[in-house]
């Protein structure tokens, strides 16, 4: 089989993070896939994040430091940025699971439009304390998500040429509307066996969580219908009690 090596452009958005930035950056230059453009988009850090940034001039091939309006203007700009075939957004303090993880991920077949896997949670101290509550489904289309969020941000890459801009008129779950708008215009989605992320816990959708409640059942009831959205929710609501009577503790 021919070995498939497109370009990746990784988007990594920062803002005062200095304690987690290295993890996210070193999980990038160990990778041994070496199509790679990288893009750091930070937002004018004063904590000494910019620094830690600096060592690793040489592996980053554009930074972006400049206030912005936001998670999502700040994540607008690195991919007006992009030039690779595919673009993933890897966050501060979220990493690639292993150093052969984009060899992985593109050697599964040649030429998807969307590649996504599984995802481990990490806590402060980098420890990986489990899987999330939602599985990533076998078969994933932009119907997948009528139950919740199962495939994590930072486990999907998309190509390029599928992506719009993210809404800001969400403030915390645009990726969701994000990653629907491009999977209702893929036609070739393929599952990653593995885990492909580390996604650090408590983020700002986490220490908002009502907000982002009310913004996901906004964004799946524009895409999935008012009755099915208030039939899919009480799946959800039921699902989630279930979880929490088998393991005490919620997961995302």
Not at 28 to 56: F, H, M, P, W
Not at 158 to 174: C, F, G, M
Not at 218 to 232: E, S
Request: aromatic share 12%; net charge positive; hydrophobic share 35%.
């Amino acid at each position: 089989m021919t070995k498939f090596t497109p370009k990746v452009s990784i988007i990594t958005i920062v803002f005062n993070n200095a304690r987690d930035i290295e993890f996210t950056i070193k999980s990038v230059v160990k990778q041994s896939y070496s199509n790679v453009e990288y893009i750091v988009v930070d937002g004018a850090s004063t904590d000494g994040t910019l620094a830690i940034i600096d060592r690793y001039a040489s592996a980053v091939d554009l930074l972006i430091s400049e206030k912005d309006e936001g998670i999502y203007d700040a994540m607008n700009k690195g991919l007006a940025a992009a030039t690779g075939d595919y673009v993933l957004f890897l966050n501060s303090g979220d990493e690639l699971y292993a150093t052969d993880t984009l060899e992985r991920v593109f050697s599964t077949e040649i030429a998807a439009d969307i590649y996504y896997g599984e995802t481990r949670l990490v806590d402060e101290a980098r420890h990986e304390i489990g899987d999330r509550r939602h599985k990533a489904p076998r078969n994933f289309s932009w119907r997948s998500f009528k139950y919740g969020m199962n495939v994590c941000h930072q486990a999907i890459y998309i190509k390029r040429s599928l992506t719009e801009p993210y809404d800001r008129s969400y403030q915390l779950s645009a990726d969701i509307d994000w990653i629907i708008r491009a999977s209702k215009k893929a036609r070739k989605i393929v599952f990653v066996d593995r885990y492909v992320a580390k996604y650090l816990v408590g983020g700002m959708s986490q220490k908002r969580h009502k907000q982002s409640l009310r913004e996901r059942y906004q964004i799946f009831k524009k895409y999935y219908g008012t009755l099915p959205n208030l039939i899919n929710h009480g799946i959800i609501a039921l699902r989630l009690l279930i979880y929490r009577l088998k393991h005490g503790k919620t997961r995302d």
